[in-house]
């Protein structure tokens, strides 16, 4: 199977540590990458590869992976981070494919 | 920096065949080791993959809209364009192009998203 799950919705309390999965066979192979995305904007980029962030990323976002399960973790989550997050990846034919999504709550 | 600007109408008529184009901006679509795609997001949902284009004009295309799914780039005008046929009201979505990077897969930019509608 192609597809990656995701939690469909995820609190934290703020200033506290969270971490947001995603699960499918296709992370075994590839890493995933994931966005964040707040009401009305376009997905921003947070994490991709090993564990890498994009200029402008704040440290407290950080990735991981075991297995089939790849992992977004904020440490010390800030009120802004409230949004909803995705992983993607790709399949052996080239094909990307999408988690769910999941919604973060800071509490 | 790279800038992607989504253009095109805003309704489609059940049928008809939706017509987008991405404007880069900020550097080449010929040049780098870049594919440009499409991903859509109907409301109050997840984010949908359509397809992508390398340069040499090598495409990927999602299995469920591949039928339907033609992505073209225009270098000339650094532009590539979205055309998606026999819309119904199912492909209703905020639109967005994109700039997928490989090895591994990532999406690094994106555009500010347009949204369509396809009603009579």
């Known amino acids: 199977s192609s597809e990656l799950t995701q939690d469909p919705a995820v609190s934290v309390a703020l200033g506290q540590t969270v971490r947001i999965t995603c699960q499918g066979d296709?992370?075994?192979?590839?890493?995933a990458s994931w966005y964040q995305q707040k009401p009305g904007q376009a997905p921003v980029l947070v994490i991709y590869g090993k564990n890498n962030r994009p200029s402008g990323i704040p440290d407290r976002f950080s990735g991981s992976s075991s297995g089939n399960t790849a992992s977004l973790t904020i440490t010390g989550a800030q009120a802004e981070d409230e949004a909803d997050y995705y992983c993607n990846s790709r399949d052996r034919s080239g094909n990307v494919v999408f988690g769910g999504g999941t919604k973060l709550t800071v509490l | 920096q790279v800038q992607l600007q989504e253009s095109g109408p805003g309704l489609v008529k059940p049928s008809q065949t939706l017509s987008l184009t991405c404007t880069v901006s900020g550097g080449s679509i010929s040049s780098g080791s870049y594919y440009w795609g499409w991903i859509r997001q109907p409301a109050g949902k997840g984010l949908e993959w359509i397809g992508h284009i390398y340069t040499s004009g090598s495409t990927n295309y999602n299995p469920s809209l591949k039928s339907r799914v033609t992505i073209s780039l225009d270098t000339s005008k650094n532009q590539f364009s979205l055309k998606l046929s026999s819309v119904t009201a199912a492909d209703t979505a905020v639109y967005y192009c994109?700039?997928?990077?490989?090895?591994?897969?990532?999406?690094?930019?994106w555009g500010q998203g347009t949204l369509v509608t396809v009603s009579s």
């Open positions: 994109v700039r997928l990077q490989l090895s591994p897969y990532f999406f690094d930019y």
């Open positions: 296709s992370l075994r192979n590839y890493y």
